[in-house]
């Protein structure tokens, strides 16, 4: 056999098992697996969790915070830095800040990721031809997805569809949107019906910056009720994810959910982004500011499939990070007040089980028999203590290939 993992404990298997892979999937997990196997990993009773995703992750935007820093760190503001430095990216540059975000996520422990590149008439296609050469030079340690995303609109920005289209053609996976970013509502929506259209056309799945604000008072911010009819509509049940749906969290629970089960019906996936968003929401809010958080609990009890991602690296809109789901996951926590252990599961089971599905790699991803072997060995031994430990990655695997391998020494002298 390929690998085989001794003494290992998982979601499934809280007691040490054994995981034998081959041909770079599952093929036994049990108790003392005999034959003989190229490489052998002796876990020593640590936990074991499937390899970690980040379903939306902007790279060619990341590291740029030293360049033209944020003053008053808005929306508004970020949005008008990037585009000063978007007009300015050079594919080396970008190139080397993309690694780094990947390098991060690779020692993280990430196996996937969706990357949303901008396509505008700013930077044209650098974002989709850096990633797409990434895409293939990180293949053996974790597979790329490629978002043509019109930051800066459809409507309003003439030359941004026939951009979308060629980054289409040229291997983009998945098509954008960024309705918020058009000057009226109804453009909004013909943004949407735009993006829906190019999802149909090239037979791809969609996915849609929305509903980023604080209220639902600017209609453009507020479209996630318009995603859900035409996602119904055309039909595109599961293939729709939306990033961001921070306005439906300024509603009542009464307010929000006749939205909600629309989301539930149409077979939405939404992404909460809180590194980015807690960071820019509340900005005018005097009095209790708002966290600007998506509403992770009543979605999730509305039956809504929600993840969570790292959004942006160190850039005007979120000036931290490290590509590190587990920490995004452990932020999320506290925010959401989702500290009781079945809480906790669940958001490690968000940033797992929640973002294959919105990634659309499900039927292929966990620690299962027969399933593609992509998982991390934490040094921990408990996958409950996952998001409480923040562990190192001791091991991580793709396609049952070690592809992070972590030794370190750490004593604790007492006098």
């Known amino acids: 056999m390929q690998l085989l993992i001794r003494r290992v404990r998982t979601a499934d298997h809280p007691e040490p098992v054994d995981i034998a892979i081959d041909g770079g999937r599952i093929t036994a997990i049990e108790r003392e697996i005999g034959g003989e196997a190229a490489r052998v990993i002796d876990a020593g009773g640590r936990a074991a969790i499937p390899g970690l995703l980040e379903p939306h992750l902007h790279l060619e935007k990341a590291f740029l915070h030293r360049r033209m820093p944020a003053r ?173 749906v921070t306005s439906l969290g300024a509603l009542t629970g009464e307010e929000a959910k006749p939205i909600i089960a629309l989301l539930q019906e149409a077979d939405i996936h939404i992404v909460t982004l809180p590194a980015t968003d807690v960071y820019l929401g509340g900005r005018n809010d005097e009095r209790n500011p708002r966290r600007g958080l998506t509403p992770v609990r009543r979605l999730r009890d509305g039956g809504v499939n929600v993840t969570f991602s790292s959004n942006n690296i160190r850039n005007a809109f979120t000036p931290f990070g490290k590509a590190d789901p587990l920490l995004i996951g452990n932020f999320l926590a506290h925010l959401a007040q989702f500290g009781t252990p079945q809480n906790q599961a669940y958001v490690l089971e968000m940033g797992t089980q929640g973002a294959a599905r919105a990634m659309g790699i499900d039927k292929d991803y966990g620690i299962k028999v027969g399933r593609q072997a992509d998982l991390v060995i934490l040094d921990t031994y408990d996958v409950a203590d996952a998001l409480l430990d923040i562990p190192v990655r001791l091991w991580v695997v793709k396609r049952g290939r070690v592809t992070v391998e972590t030794h370190y020494t750490c004593e604790i002298h007492r006098h």
């Open 72 to 244: 008053s760190g808005t929306l508004e503001e970020a949005i008008r830095i990037t585009g000063i430095l978007k007009g300015k990216q050079e594919r080396e540059d970008v190139l080397a800040r993309s690694r780094q975000v990947l390098d991060m996520a690779v020692k993280a422990g990430t196996v996937a990721v969706r990357a949303q590149p901008d396509v505008d008439v700013i930077q044209g296609l650098i974002g989709v031809e850096t990633a797409l050469e990434l895409k293939e030079e990180y293949r053996n340690l974790l597979d790329l997805q490629i978002v043509a995303f019109p930051q800066e609109g459809i409507l309003k920005s003439p030359g941004t569809i026939e951009l979308m289209e060629q980054a289409l053609r040229l291997g983009a996976d998945v098509v954008g949107g960024c309705p918020y970013n058009e000057l009226t509502r109804a453009d909004t929506e013909k943004h949407i019906d735009t993006v829906f259209a190019l999802g149909q056309k090239y037979g791809v799945a969609i996915d849609m910056h929305a509903d980023f604000a604080d209220n639902p008072s600017d209609e453009r911010f507020a479209a996630a009720s318009y995603v859900a009819r035409k996602t119904i509509e055309t039909g595109y049940h599961g293939r729709v994810s939306l990033g961001h």
